[in-house]
T-cell receptor, first 116, second 113 residues
């Protein structure tokens, strides 16, 4: 079955612009999470959506937003881009069966954003 | 405040020997701990997990040990292979669905042939 698909894979923007990243989860997965990876900072949690509702949110400014559609596909948007927003943005989905143990996330390959 | 810490940014091991990657955490409410492996230009892939009620979980060459009293876990890879060279992330979470996975900063493992 198809994995988590993220588009675009690479993009370059300039300061002040905005960007929208897209994520298609594994079929049947209703939870979608977004993470930011920067050198030396590991994966920092942005937000999580479940059944079109934001369920959890990380410690990022309001310039970072997201949404989930009825087919579980998700988008994240970053407005007024700053140089420090250059990062790999990772989307992950999970099946989330209650009581099944660890919530294992399956990640996409990421969207690498460069802000000039 | 970092809840999951991987204090070694890098580790080099000879092929065939044991690789030990360490992880410390501060939140005693974590229920599950996971290890992910990441190759360049790919997303992280799940390796192995352990519940907080266990102290060891084994899957082939990979074993994770959990010491709750010390708030410490480790991933053992034996024997190490060149294909194991990657960045390894430790992650932790509360009960499924209620809390997001919290990741460490990663340890880059290099297995030298």
């Amino acid at each position: 079955k198809a994995g988590v698909t993220q588009t675009p894979r690479y993009l370059i923007k300039t300061r002040g612009q905005q960007v929208t990243l897209s994520c298609s989860p594994i079929s049947g997965h209703r939870s979608v999470s977004w993470y930011q990876q920067t050198p030396g900072q590991g994966l920092q949690f942005l937000f999580e959506y479940f059944s079109e509702t934001q369920r959890n949110k990380g410690n990022f400014p309001g310039r970072f937003s997201g949404r989930q559609f009825s087919n579980s596909r998700s988008e994240m948007n970053v407005s007024t881009l700053e140089l420090g927003d250059s990062a790999l943005y990772l989307c992950a989905s999970s099946l989330e069966v209650q009581g099944s143990g660890a919530n294992v996330l399956t990640f996409g390959a990421g969207s690498r954003l460069t802000v000039l | 405040d970092q809840q999951v810490k991987q204090n070694s940014p890098s580790l080099s091991v000879q092929e065939g020997r044991i690789s030990i990657l360490n992880c410390d955490y501060t939140n005693s409410m974590f229920d599950y701990f996971l290890w992910y492996k990441k190759y360049p230009a790919e997303g992280p892939t799940f390796l192995i997990s352990i519940s907080s009620i266990k102290d060891k979980n084994e899957d082939g060459r990979f074993t994770v040990f959990l010491n709750k009293s010390a708030k410490h876990l480790s991933l053992h890879i034996v024997p190490s292979q060149p294909g194991d060279s990657a960045v390894y992330f430790c992650a932790a979470s509360g009960r499924s669905g209620n809390t997001p996975l919290v990741f460490g900063k990663g340890t880059r493992l290099s297995v030298i042939a």
